[in-house]
């Protein structure tokens, strides 16, 4: 069996095909992790959509800030944004079951035997493991229940900055929703700045990518995530970035997770660029 991660993938069907193919992959023994961002600015989210959900209990996928948005808009409590490319998913005659099916996905997935965990964005340099997980079932929780709308409604904004246990209510959520879903750079006190997006060493001097902050809380897990197409693929520090920008012109991106190799090899779409 291999087990293989691949990077933002916002709509790019045939991208994601072609991927697939390359590997070889095959639902019936192998298996496939998503970092998030699964719709969107690319053309096919709706077949997008129904060939992960197709793939069952062989593909594994988190939440990203993109997913979010989607669930949002079809609620009827944000307007579709003018690069935003939903709408055939919106109408689509199976649109209810997919968005079920979305919803329902976690925002952490952990796989301890193969050491790995799974996020869009990152995870918060205060959180230990342990807390990032108990703080991704919290989200989870009100995402699968009847508190969803509420917490969409009031889910877009970039405060708190810092994490503090005793943040409660919506605060608390929107930190935690924030961290998952939109972190790129820190402060020094380990606050997140969710403005800038550019690759590290081009960005304001007070700030550092989260994965780089010194006194950043170790995780017994190689981190995998994308969201920053700016930053590209990446391995360090036990970090692993796959966001190489496939919707905007770049190449989807795998890297298998189970070959217990020193230095992973990212295997990029030979077909999309």
Not at 99 to 122: C, F, I, K, M, T
Request: glycine fraction near 8%; include cysteine; aromatic fraction near 6%.
């Amino acid at each position: 069996m291999a087990v293989y991660a691949i990077g933002d993938v916002q709509g790019c069907h045939d991208a994601l095909q072609h991927l697939l193919e390359h590997l070889r992959f095959d639902p019936a023994s192998d298996r496939l992790w998503l970092v998030g961002d699964l719709v969107n600015r690319g053309p096919a989210s709706r077949e997008v959509l129904r060939c992960v959900r197709g793939l069952g209990a062989a593909a594994q996928t988190v939440l990203g800030n993109h997913d979010l948005h989607l669930l949002a808009v079809a609620a009827g409590l944000k307007r579709l944004r003018r690069k935003d490319t939903l709408r055939p998913l919106l109408e689509a005659p199976d649109s209810d079951e997919l968005l079920h099916w979305l919803r329902h996905r976690p925002l952490l997935h952990h796989d301890p035997e193969l050491g790995h965990v799974l996020v869009h964005a990152g995870i918060s340099p205060q959180w230990d493991l342990a807390t990032a997980r108990r703080c991704a079932r919290e989200l989870e929780a009100v995402l699968r229940g009847p508190g969803c709308n509420e917490f969409l409604r009031v889910m877009y904004g970039d405060e708190p900055t810092r994490w503090d246990p005793a943040l409660s209510g919506m605060a608390r959520l929107r930190y935690i929703v924030n961290a998952f879903t939109r972190m790129r750079y820190v402060d020094s006190a380990m606050r997140l700045d969710l403005d800038a997006k550019d690759p590290p060493g081009r960005q304001p001097r007070h700030l550092l990518p989260w994965f780089r902050h010194p006194h950043r809380l170790p995780i017994p897990a190689r981190i995998v995530f994308g969201h920053w197409s700016a930053l590209g693929y990446l391995y360090e520090n036990n970090v692993l970035a796959l966001d190489t920008g496939c919707v905007w012109g770049g190449r989807l991106t795998a890297v298998r997770l189970d070959a217990h190799i020193p230095q992973p090899r990212a295997i990029p779409c030979a077909a999309c660029a």
